[in-house]
């Protein structure tokens, strides 16, 4: 167990819908890192925000969006979904915002759509 | 983005046997390495990570080894065990992003 959670751990939902994916860190990490699995793509980087505030975006669309609230726990909203956005979605924390800091995976949220 | 890729997607070793992975990068001025292991149903484990100013780092059962030479990266484990079945992938970071290669399946035969 990473001391990372995910929910939910599923999710089916219908084309043109939203959906908030949510992630809370480890105890006193303060980066979180979002990412999305397909078996067409691999693993691809999306975002990371730290102590609340964004501070790299990799291959997010504009129709996905994130946040870190207050309480570092952190959502990704996907709308307007296509069928191609079915995935893993994982998130990660690490303690601060350094790039060699070890991140630590969520079991990650899979997504359906129909 | 930069590229990070795999030569063998599909691995199998007996048990005891020593593993090689390799992976390719695209990005010379990639600085940092790092190698996962995704068990069925899991997400990304961190193995162990290599600087570019180091060619190589070692673990417990593990090795990574860094040619920036060629821009390749290799994960040894000793004494492979059916407990190290997964897919491993390996990454680099680049001011904060991180790129993932398509992953290496292991398959242990006991």
């Known amino acids: 167990d990473s001391g990372v959670t995910q929910t939910p751990k599923h999710l089916i939902t219908a084309t043109g819908q939203r959906v908030t994916l949510r992630c809370s860190p480890r105890s006193g990490d303060l980066s979180v890192y979002w990412y999305q699995q397909s078996l067409d793509q691999g693993l691809q980087f999306l975002i990371h925000y730290y102590n609340g505030e964004e501070r790299a975006k990799g291959n997010i669309l504009e129709r996905f969006s994130a946040q870190q609230f207050p309480d570092l726990h952190s959502e990704l909203n996907l709308s307007s979904l296509e069928l191609g956005d079915s995935a893993l979605y994982f998130c990660a924390s690490s303690a601060y915002s350094g790039e060699r800091e070890t991140q630590y995976f969520g079991p990650g949220t899979r997504l359906l759509v129909l | 983005g930069e590229s990070v890729g795999l030569h063998l997607p599909t691995l199998s070793v007996q048990e005891g046997d020593n593993s090689i992975i390799n992976c390719a990068y695209s990005?010379?001025?990639?600085?940092?390495f790092i190698w996962y292991k995704q068990e069925s149903g899991k997400g990304p484990q961190f193995i162990i990570d290599i600087r570019s100013n180091m060619d190589k780092r070692q673990g417990q059962r593990v090795t990574v080894l860094l040619n920036k030479t060629v821009k390749h990266l290799s994960l040894q484990i000793a004494a492979t065990q059916p407990g190290d079945s997964a897919v491993y992938f390996c990454a680099e970071t680049d001011f904060n992003k991180f790129y993932f290669g398509s992953g290496t399946k292991l398959n242990v035969k006991p």
């Open positions: 990005n010379s001025a990639s600085d940092y």
